[in-house]
Nanobody
Framework: VQLVESGGGLVQPGESLTLSCAAS????????LSWYRQAPGKEREWIAL????????NYSDSVKGRFTISRDNDKSMLYLQMNNLKPEDTAVYYC???????WGQGTQVTVGS
């Protein structure tokens, strides 16, 4: 099983960014997938979940209305569209297969200087 995040970077407040998570080594369309993040000095935080078919999505209150989780089962890809980014969104972002317990290596998102 492999999960590889990409798309992180440095942006200014109010800007947008899309993260990707490339998955391999398992039956991608059989599993729900999540995004988590970990800010400096804080515990890792769940922020979004998408069911295996993509028809149901849940979000934490901290990102609801600004972030959108999506998936492409044909390409085994998970995405996180992040709009109206705030300095408090600065963190390392991880994708995870919740039921299998596998994590990616993370991608850094920095909002502001």
């Amino acid at each position: 099983v492999q999960l590889v995040e990409s798309g992180g970077g440095l942006v200014q407040p109010g800007e947008s960014l899309t993260l990707s998570c490339a998955a391999s080594g398992f039956a991608f369309d059989d599993f729900g997938l999540s995004w988590y993040r970990q800010a400096p000095g804080k515990e890792r935080e769940w922020i979004a979940l998408i069911y295996s078919t993509g028809d149901q999505r849940n979000y934490s209150d901290s990102v609801k209305g600004r972030f959108t989780i999506s998936r492409d089962n044909d390409k085994s890809m998970l995405y996180l569209q992040m709009n109206n980014l705030k300095p408090e969104d600065t963190a390392v972002y991880y994708c995870k297969i919740p039921t299998l317990g596998f994590w990616g290596q993370g991608t850094q998102v920095t909002v502001g200087s």
